[in-house]
């Protein structure tokens, strides 16, 4: 006697298929969406980064309290970029997240005179056009003596001369005499391990940055 049985699959009614073609749709949708916000998580973290201004320094260019784009993935600083890095200084006590612009980066000789806020990098004039406030004969000196071996401040001529080392970075703000940065001694040279990435955006008022 055979007691093998045949299960014959009951026929499905148009409401059950219509049931099931719909949760296989909102699947579809769930899962895409899971991974799109997977791409999104993926973006933010390894390619860009948002960020926002914080302070006067870099007027006119940016101005406090705008949202800015980030690109960091392989991205390594140029001359004339608009960077935002991680500074921290025990010896200042100095913990914060700056945004500046690159003006020499490492092996290249710079030249600033604060009387006419003229900028040489490699002996060639550097075009500040988007600098204010250019004449920095109102600056306090005391913190610009930065006498030493690879860099030299004359009080007299009111010129500093230095030479950014290996993987690091000269930085300024576009609001010259308002702006902390590199021609300070509590900043200094720039780590480029410590650069967080390029501004490629402002969101508001939306300006693209080359």
């Known amino acids: ?3 093998e049985q ?7 009614t148009p409401e059950t298929e219509k049931t099931r073609k719909s949760s296989s749709f909102w699947f579809d949708i769930l899962e895409m969406f899971a991974w799109s916000l997977f791409a999104v998580f993926l973006l933010f973290t390894f390619a ?12 006119n260019t940016l101005y406090e309290g705008e ?4 690109y960091s993935v392989g991205y390594t600083p140029e001359q004339d970029d608009i960077i935002v890095f991680h500074l921290t200084n025990p010896d200042a006590d100095l913990e914060k997240t700056l945004v500046k612009r690159v003006i020499a980066t490492g092996g290249q000789s710079l030249r600033i005179d604060f009387k006419t806020g003229e900028i040489l990098v490699d002996g060639v004039k550097y075009e500040d056009s988007h600098a204010v406030l250019k004449n920095s004969e ?3 000196v005391d913190q610009y003596n930065l006498n030493g071996a690879e860099h ?3 009080p007299i001529t009111r010129v500093m001369s230095l030479t ?3 993987d690091h970075l000269f930085v300024m703000g576009d609001n010259r005499n308002w702006s902390k940065d590199s021609r300070d001694l ?4 720039v780590d480029e391990r410590s650069v967080l990435g390029k501004v490629i955006l402002r969101l508001s008022p939306f300006t693209l940055f080359p």
Do not use: Q, T
Not at 6 to 12: D, F, G, K, S, V
Not at 48 to 59: A, H, K
Not at 67 to 70: E, F, P, S, T
Not at 186 to 189: L, N, R, S, T, V
């Open 48 to 59: 860009v980064r948002l960020c926002r201004v914080d302070g006067s320094s870099m007027e």
């Open 67 to 70: 949202n800015l784009l980030l």
């Open 6 to 12: 045949n299960i014959i699959p009951a026929e499905e």
């Open 152 to 154: 030299h401040y004359d």
């Open 138 to 140: 109102d600056v306090i």
């Open 1 to 3: 006697m055979d007691n």
């Open 186 to 189: 509590d900043i200094m040279f």
């Open 164 to 166: 950014v080392p290996k």
